[in-house]
C-alpha cells in the first residue's frame, strides 16, 4: 500500500515521471535540485522518502537508477469521465441523460470531483476553441462567474455550451461566433449544470463499454 505524499514529494514524482518519459533516462540529482530551486541534499532526501513510501525503486551503483513503481493514485493514470448524452453549440438539443459511453482523461490535468463530459454539436462556439463533435469536460456546477464557459441547462429541456453572463434582471448566454446570435433568458429560464474545463477533440476519443 502506497502512503500518502506532502507537496515536495509529489513536486519531485511528477518531475521525475515527466523527464523519464521524455528522455527515457533518471534525472541526476544536480539537475532536478536546479528544476525544482532546492538544494542537492533535499532532492535526496526527497528521493529516500519516495522509496520508503513505495512510489519509486532505486538500483545500481549509488542508487542512480530510478524506476517508477506501479502508480496507485488515479491522478496519475488515465481518469474514466462519463459522457452523458449529448449537448449543442449552436441550436440547443434535448438534454439526454442516458449513459453514453465514456472518455480517458489525464487525471494530472482533471482532478476534480464527478467530472462529466458532453458531446458538442455544432460551432456557434468556434473562436473559443470548441468544434462541432468536440467532447466537453465539465466539473458539476450550480453557478457560474460572468465571461466562464458554461453548460446551461434551458427550460428544464434543452443543453448549451455559451459563455454566460448575470445581468441582474437576465441572463445572457454568448456565442463565441458572430454568425449566432446572443441569448437572452428571464433569470427562472436557465440553470447552470457545470463549468467548462477542457475539451478533447473527436469522437474518436470515445470508449464505449
Same mark, same amino acid.
Given at each position: ?35 525544482l530551486g532546492i538544494s542537492h541534499t533535499a532532492v535526496a532526501? *526527497?528521493?529516500?522518502?519516495? !522509496?520508503?513510501? +513505495?512510489? &519509486?525503486?532505486?538500483? =545500481? %551503483?549509488?542508487? @542512480?537508477?530510478?524506476? /517508477? ?23 440547443? *438539443?434535448?438534454?439526454?441523460? !442516458?449513459?453514453? +459511453?465514456? &472518455?480517458?482523461?489525464? =487525471? %494530472?490535468?482533471? @482532478?476534480?470531483?464527478? /467530472? ?28 457560474? !462567474? ?16 455559451k459563455r454566460f453572463f448575470y445581468r441582474g434582471t437576465h ?39
Amino acid at each position: 500500500m502506497k502512503k500518502p505524499l506532502t507537496r515536495r514529494q509529489r513536486e519531485l514524482l511528477n518531475y521525475l515521471e515527466q523527464e523519464m518519459e521524455q528522455g527515457g533516462v533518471t534525472p541526476s540529482l544536480r539537475t532536478a535540485a536546479r528544476a525544482l530551486g532546492i538544494s542537492h541534499t533535499a532532492v535526496a532526501s *526527497l528521493l529516500q522518502a519516495l !522509496e520508503q513510501k +513505495g512510489w &519509486i525503486r532505486r538500483q =545500481g %551503483r549509488y542508487s @542512480r537508477s530510478i524506476s /517508477l513503481l506501479a502508480d496507485p493514485d488515479p491522478a496519475l493514470a488515465g481518469r474514466r469521465v462519463p459522457v452523458i448524452g449529448r449537448v449543442a453549440a449552436g441550436l440547443p *438539443l434535448y438534454a439526454q441523460q !442516458e449513459w453514453d +459511453g465514456e &472518455i480517458v482523461v489525464d =487525471g %494530472r490535468i482533471y @482532478r476534480g470531483d464527478n /467530472l462529466f463530459a458532453l458531446r458538442v454539436q455544432g460551432d456557434s462556439m468556434r473562436d473559443a476553441g470548441i468544434l462541432d463533435r468536440d467532447i466537453a469536460i465539465c466539473e458539476p456546477r450550480q453557478f457560474a !462567474e460572468n465571461g466562464e464557459i458554461v453548460v446551461a441547462l434551458l427550460h428544464n429541456e434543452e443543453a448549451t455550451v455559451k459563455r454566460f453572463f448575470y445581468r441582474g434582471t437576465h441572463i445572457e448566454l454568448h456565442p463565441a461566433n458572430e454568425a449566432f446570435p446572443v441569448m437572452r433568458y428571464r433569470l427562472g429560464e436557465v440553470l447552470v449544470q457545470g463549468r467548462v474545463i477542457g475539451i478533447q477533440r473527436g469522437p474518436e476519443e470515445m470508449a464505449k463499454r
